[in-house]
């Protein structure tokens, strides 16, 4: 069965994470990528999605309450909001921060893998606390793929060890590994016209 949705987790160091999977997933990549990115109440809306575009070349933005969920398309959680996927698109939520994050990273996943299952892919990558690793056991007790970043290389190793630690991560690779292996796994491209 197809993969369906790519979601990613990071936090401290997650900018320059994102930037090295983003950048080695081509522009016409087809399974849509849903990242919770731990950031500042204050961030300016926008300016994470921008820097992500300019460097990956990808289409990334900020999704809205019952935005629809689109192929080939990079979304991001807005800034204090947590984000979920439901079987009609997204949706956004101000309840209070889990694991003192608003992104959620569990939250996310386990919105996701409650409408994918097996159809989901999870990734999770650099970041100082533990979010994530409940999140990634709910995609996995699902049969969604499971990819957490090596601790060895992380800026912050925290977030991937407390992933691998719940038994629920099946693959632990470099970061410069995890772009071309969901390409290999789980993508799709679209053809040119």
């Not at 460097?55 to 080939?72: F, Q």
């Not at 691998?164 to 995890?178: D, F, K, S, Y």
Request: one cysteine or more; proline letters at 7%; glycine letters at 10%.
């Amino acid at each position: 069965m197809p993969f369906e949705m790519i979601v990613i987790g990071a936090s401290w160091g997650g900018l320059r994470a994102l930037e090295a999977v983003l950048g080695s997933v081509p522009r016409h990549f087809e399974t849509p990528i849903v990242i919770a990115q731990h950031r500042a109440t204050q961030s300016a809306t926008g300016a994470l999605p921008h820097t992500l575009a300019h460097h990956s070349g990808h289409d990334v933005c900020e999704p809205g309450d019952k935005d629809p969920i689109e192929a080939g398309r990079v979304y991001v959680a807005p800034a204090d909001y947590h984000l979920l996927v439901d079987p009609e698109g997204f949706a956004l939520s101000t309840e209070g921060a889990v694991r003192f994050s608003r992104p959620s990273i569990d939250v996310l996943f386990d919105s996701a893998a409650d409408v994918y299952a097996e159809r989901l892919a999870a990734v999770i990558l650099t970041g100082a606390n533990d979010d994530g690793a409940y999140g990634i056991t709910r995609v996995r007790r699902r049969g969604g793929l499971t990819v957490a970043q090596d601790p060895a290389g992380a800026e912050r190793p925290e977030m991937p060890l407390a992933a691998i630690a719940t038994g629920a991560v099946q693959h632990v690779l470099p970061l410069e590994e995890i772009g071309p292996f969901l390409v290999k796994t789980v993508g799709s491209e679209r053809t040119a016209a």
